[in-house]
């Protein structure tokens, strides 16, 4: 058996998708619930498929969970990350921490979100 590297999902990440999948939707508000179809927006047993398509364009995902992150994650990293006493030569990675031009505050804030949420 070929020994996994880090790209190798291992099972417990398997296990743990249909979870994450879910959280996804939910963080894609109305449009990942409509693209969900029938799997997030059930059709029910006597209704037609075009009173079905009609319905589902018509609803809203309230965005409660993604409002709920973001104001947990506001609250923990509001102001910025104090990097005064991070040596200068260091500084000048954590303005570009990640090297997709966000500095340490903002990527911790993603990272940060995603633990929350996920």
């Not at 006493?85 to 903002?106: C, H, Q, S």
């Amino acid at each position: 058996m070929p020994i996994a590297d880090v790209s190798t999902p291992c099972h417990a990440w398997h296990a743990q998708e249909n979870e994450r999948r879910m959280i996804r939707a939910l963080l894609g508000g109305t449009a990942s619930m409509r693209a969900g179809g029938v799997e997030y927006l059930p059709q029910q047993l006597k209704e037609s498929d075009v009173a079905y398509a009609r319905r589902l364009r018509s609803s809203f995902l309230f965005p409660a969970l993604r409002r709920t992150v973001e104001t947990y994650v506001g609250r923990v990293l509001g102001q910025a990350i104090d990097t005064s006493e991070v040596a200068e030569p260091i500084k000048t990675y954590l303005e570009d921490v990640d090297r997709e031009g966000n500095n340490l505050t903002v990527f911790e804030r993603h990272v940060f979100f995603d633990a929350v949420a996920y």
